[in-house]
Every structure is written in C-alpha cells, then in structure tokens.
C-alpha cells in the first residue's frame, strides 16, 4: 500500500511540474501585423468605420481588444498596461504592427509596442 501511494505522489508531482512549465513553452516573441478590433465583432470590425463601436463595446460592454490577422483569419485577444490599453483605443480599426509575446493556445498576445502600419 506504501508502495502504491508514494509512486501516485511522484507521479502527482511530475504532472504539475509538466503543467507548469507548458505554458511557458506556449510563449513566443514575435510581431504581428494585423486590424485591432475587439472580440465581440471580431473579423467583421476589423475597419476604420467600426472604430467607434469597438472603442464602445470595451468600454461598456465587456469586450477586449483584438488583434485580426488577415494572412491567417485569426483573432487574438490583446493584453497590456494601462498605457498600451489606451493607445489601442486610439488604433481602433487600423493596421498595426504589434510587438510583443503571444500564448498560441490561449490566442492572446502581451503588447509591448504597438505602431500604426500602412
């Protein structure tokens, strides 16, 4: 019985090890250029005429910032500091580049410079 319970605890163990560490290999720096919208609207608010919805829908409405890629029709949610977050607001529905890191699983990138794009 000894045996059973201290093999289940290692095994217990070297699964959280596992879990912890997989998220950090899920991380990668990069830059992305894409349309900052957010998650409500997503793909189709990814245009200048929708800038103000999106501003509205963050602010009231519980959505996120986003970040639509056109070359792969993805969608990542985007996280940052205070300042980063304000500066989304004002490239709402513009081509952007962002630098930064992204978790692929969770489909999010962590901002830490964002540039209007052309």
Known sequence: MKKIL????VAAVAIGFIALA???ADKADGSWTGYVTETHCGA???KAEHADCAVKCVKEKG???ALYTPDDKSVFVL???DA????MAGMAGKKVTVKGSMEKEKKIITVANMEQGT
């Not at 201290?6 to 605890?9: D, E, F, G, H």
């Open 6 to 9: 201290s093999r289940a605890l």
């Open 22 to 24: 997989a998220p950090a």
């Open 44 to 46: 189709a608010g990814a």
């Open 63 to 65: 959505a996120k910032w």
């Open 79 to 81: 996280s940052g500091d």
């Open 84 to 87: 980063m977050m304000a500066k």
